[in-house]
């Protein structure tokens, strides 16, 4: 079920949520970057540039396989 939507950045392509569940981290494919949203706030907390196609990953850093 869709509680809110949330404006990150061009062509979303993977998110994870935190252990505690605070955060979810979007990557954005076009804009090479990760979006990190407060999930209570619903809001954009930070933006942070990874370099080219930021790759799927878990909260905890993990490759996902």
Do not use: M, Q, W, Y
Not at 22 to 33: I, K
Not at 40 to 55: L, Q, W, Y
Request: a neutral charge.
């Amino acid at each position: 079920r869709i509680v809110a939507n949330v404006a990150v950045g061009r062509a979303p392509h993977d998110v994870d949520v935190t252990p505690d569940g605070r955060l979810a981290l979007v990557a954005n494919s076009n804009d090479d970057t990760v979006s990190v949203v407060d999930v209570a706030a619903r809001a954009v907390v930070a933006t942070i540039p990874v370099g080219s196609a930021p790759p799927a990953k878990d909260a905890s850093g993990a490759p996902r396989r």
